[in-house]
């Protein structure tokens, strides 16, 4: 069992962002670097937690495998095939650009539906809606969709422009006294429980996720974990820590819109090369924020 790995010096381990090797051990943290020659400090206890996740997910998926359990389509037609997702083969290169023009990804035959079909929640009944005439495509509970202020509802998200695909969580906070903040509220209230703060460090760790502000009116620089606390980035050589994201977030002037993003951001290429299966990467990763959309929407329930 992962509790047992005793990590050394020289040898490679695996984590979400891939295989590393431990180049220094001191104390409770250590010096890993990965293939492409990245190094970080990381705390041991935290990879040892890393590596019993993907160790317990991985018996899952060959659980499921032996017994050949599949999940079954939410949507079908009157054949009995499923008809969300069925036309998308992955994307092309000419759909990483900043418009959508000649452009069917988003849409409920391609991503934006097989997405959908592999999204599965015992609380939530998702569906998509493609951004008006930007390449976004939106994952929102139907429920909590018909409620007032659409736009600051939290959703799941997935966006491109002309070199990177992103996808994760996304929640925008007002900057209009008058709008109503549930959501970005319930979100707060939910991080500043350390436990659930620490439980969101592990995920943003773990998946290789950034926290930023899109329009950077809140703040600008890249949110990151780092050593089990966070640290902004505003370039390769400037950083600040953050002790606490939810003390960070909450003291932002209130008279800046936030249009606050957990993502993971991936380069078109890879994207590319995936394929289809880029579906399931991105269904994996909503289901894992799962926690935080509930906690998010809680207060309409």
Same mark, same amino acid.
């Given at each position: 069992m992962s509790e047992?790995? &005793?990590f050394k010096v020289g040898h490679k381990y695996e984590n979400m962002k891939g295989v590393y090797e431990v180049i220094s051990i001191s104390g409770d943290s250590m010096i890993i670097s990965w293939e492409n020659?990245?190094?970080?400090?990381?705390?041991?206890?935290?990879?040892?937690?890393?590596?019993?996740?993907?160790q317990t997910e991985k018996q899952e998926r060959?659980?499921?495998?032996?017994?050949?359990?599949t999940k079954e389509p939410k949507h079908q037609?009157? &054949?009995?095939?499923s008809k969300y997702g069925a036309k998308f083969k992955g994307f092309k290169e000419s759909d990483f650009k900043k418009n959508v023009t000649e452009t069917n990804w988003r849409s409920r035959n391609c991503l934006g539906g097989a997405v959908t079909e592999r999204l599965f929640s015992d609380k939530f009944n998702f569906n998509s809606w493609a951004a008006y005439r930007m390449p976004i495509i939106h994952w929102v509970d139907i429920k909590h969709r018909g409620r007032d202020h659409k736009?600051?509802?939290?959703?799941?998200?997935?966006q491109v422009d002309e070199n990177?695909?992103?996808?994760?969580?996304?929640?925008?906070?007002?900057?209009?006294?008058?709008?109503?903040?549930?959501?970005?509220n319930a979100f707060i209230w939910w991080l500043k429980d350390a436990k659930n703060e620490y439980w969101l460090n592990e995920i943003v760790s773990e998946h290789n996720l950034c926290i930023y502000d899109l329009d950077e009116k809140g703040f600008s620089g890249t949110i990151k974990s780092f050593n089990e606390k966070w640290k902004i980035h505003n370039s390769e050589i400037d950083s600040e820590e953050i002790l606490s994201l939810s003390n960070f977030l909450d003291t932002l002037s209130k008279e800046c819109w936030i249009d606050l993003h957990i993502a993971k951001k991936v380069n078109k290429d890879e994207v590319l090369v995936k394929v289809e299966k880029i579906a399931d990467d991105i269904s994996t990763l909503f289901e894992a924020l799962m926690p935080l959309y509930e906690a998010s929407v809680a207060h309409s329930k």
């Amino acid at each position: 069992m992962s509790e047992n790995i &005793e990590f050394k010096v020289g040898h490679k381990y695996e984590n979400m962002k891939g295989v590393y090797e431990v180049i220094s051990i001191s104390g409770d943290s250590m010096i890993i670097s990965w293939e492409n020659g990245e190094r970080t400090s990381t705390p041991i206890d935290l990879q040892r937690k890393i590596i019993q996740r993907m160790q317990t997910e991985k018996q899952e998926r060959d659980k499921d495998r032996i017994q050949g359990q599949t999940k079954e389509p939410k949507h079908q037609n009157k &054949e009995g095939a499923s008809k969300y997702g069925a036309k998308f083969k992955g994307f092309k290169e000419s759909d990483f650009k900043k418009n959508v023009t000649e452009t069917n990804w988003r849409s409920r035959n391609c991503l934006g539906g097989a997405v959908t079909e592999r999204l599965f929640s015992d609380k939530f009944n998702f569906n998509s809606w493609a951004a008006y005439r930007m390449p976004i495509i939106h994952w929102v509970d139907i429920k909590h969709r018909g409620r007032d202020h659409k736009w600051l509802q939290a959703k799941f998200f997935a966006q491109v422009d002309e070199n990177y695909f992103y996808y994760g969580f996304y929640i925008e906070r007002s900057s209009n006294p008058a709008d109503t903040k549930n959501d970005w509220n319930a979100f707060i209230w939910w991080l500043k429980d350390a436990k659930n703060e620490y439980w969101l460090n592990e995920i943003v760790s773990e998946h290789n996720l950034c926290i930023y502000d899109l329009d950077e009116k809140g703040f600008s620089g890249t949110i990151k974990s780092f050593n089990e606390k966070w640290k902004i980035h505003n370039s390769e050589i400037d950083s600040e820590e953050i002790l606490s994201l939810s003390n960070f977030l909450d003291t932002l002037s209130k008279e800046c819109w936030i249009d606050l993003h957990i993502a993971k951001k991936v380069n078109k290429d890879e994207v590319l090369v995936k394929v289809e299966k880029i579906a399931d990467d991105i269904s994996t990763l909503f289901e894992a924020l799962m926690p935080l959309y509930e906690a998010s929407v809680a207060h309409s329930k």
